[in-house]
């Protein structure tokens, strides 16, 4: 089989090569599955390095994957024929190539309504949103809330969001407004409605508001803030949050770059890496079914052109996921 391959943790120049064939093992839940398209991540090229995996493995990038179960374990869920999608594990090679391996706890069944490449655009975007709002700020109290009571914790918080037009951020802000929060998100000014069209009250061009004189204003303090991006802007996100409110980074630790000179106190602050979890995919999917949220693709590349697309995502302006399709050549 085709397959993009890292030659080394510290290595941004990838390779297309030829494969074998992954083998799975039922008994641990593993699935061979035939991809149909996948998605890269912003810095993971970065992550071997930075973040070795528990055990040496083949560098295969692209977390997110759509494609259809050849097979798996007699019992599973998720039997030959169905379509499936999901972010995969982090401790497994990842998923450009045309087999890769799901577990039953990662996989859920594509949502009818989408492409391959519509389903791969959603995956670690939409759970790593989740995660946020419905675990880690704490809104609800401590450990995972349920729906209604997400929903009752979050009406009228006023949540900011940074880089609210990449693949992240445009999550955020559709189910933080699916939950009732006021959300406003920072993008640049050719995004500004597209952020409004997710559902933001208010949109703020980086490149021409002063965060901080923008939080000198009235009633414009936040409860949370919800950083995608990392360094300067979560710097600059800082001077936004109340007393007694959360920065939570999908980054970097926050207290990395506090501004010298703020002096806010009680804020918690929050650094995660998300985790694949099936029952949150499902819930995602339930929402992407009732037409209450959605995924954007910025540009569908084939395998073969991934130089091009790496470093599409590298400029750091994709509007939405890159995906790679796969579907002709299987």
């Not at 085709?2 to 494969?19: A, E, F, V, Y």
């Not at 379509?83 to 859920?108: C, H, K, M, Q």
């Not at 989408?114 to 989740?130: D, F, M, N, Q, R």
């Not at 506090?258 to 002096?263: N, Q, R, S």
Request: glycine content about 8%; aromatic content about 8%; some cysteine.
């Amino acid at each position: 089989m085709r397959g993009i391959i890292q030659p080394n943790p510290k290595s941004k120049d990838l390779i297309l090569t030829s494969l074998p064939l992954p083998t799975i093992n039922p008994s641990l839940g593993e699935h061979l599955i035939r991809v149909k398209a996948c998605a890269p991540c912003a810095g993971e090229l970065l992550w071997p390095n930075n973040f070795p995996p528990p055990t040496p493995r083949e560098l295969i990038p692209c977390p997110d994957v759509a494609g259809t179960i050849i097979s798996g374990p007699e019992d599973s869920p998720f039997q030959p024929g169905d379509e499936v999608y999901a972010r995969t594990n982090y401790n497994r090679p990842s998923n450009a190539r045309d087999f890769t391996i799901g577990v039953t706890d990662e996989l859920a069944h594509k949502p009818k309504s989408l492409s391959w490449i519509e389903a791969a655009a959603i995956p670690v975007s939409a759970e790593t949103a989740w995660q946020i709002l419905f675990i880690h700020a704490g809104i609800a109290g401590d450990g995972e809330a349920d729906f209604a009571t997400a929903q009752e914790a979050w009406k009228g918080k006023r949540v900011l969001v940074t880089a609210a037009s990449g693949g992240v951020g445009m999550w955020v802000v559709q189910l933080a407004t699916l939950l009732g929060a006021e959300v406003i998100g920072t993008c640049g000014a050719a995004n500004v409605t597209l952020v409004q069209s997710l559902g933001a009250k208010e949109v703020l061009d980086y490149r021409r508001t002063s965060l901080r004189e923008w939080a000198e204003q009235p009633g414009k303090k936040v409860d949370v803030v919800i950083d995608c991006i990392g360094r300067q802007s979560l710097e600059d996100a800082w001077w936004t949050i109340r007393d007694g409110g959360a920065v939570l980074s999908i980054f970097q630790p926050p207290k990395q770059v506090c501004p010298e000179g703020y002096k806010g106190t009680g804020v918690k602050d929050v650094f995660f890496v998300m985790e694949p979890v099936r029952r949150h995919l499902e819930e995602i999917t339930k929402l992407v079914e009732l037409g209450k949220c959605h995924g954007m693709v910025d540009s569908v590349w084939p395998l073969e052109q991934y130089q091009e697309a790496f470093k599409r995502l590298d400029e750091g302006h994709a509007r939405g996921k890159i995906i790679f399709d796969l579907s002709l050549n299987n």
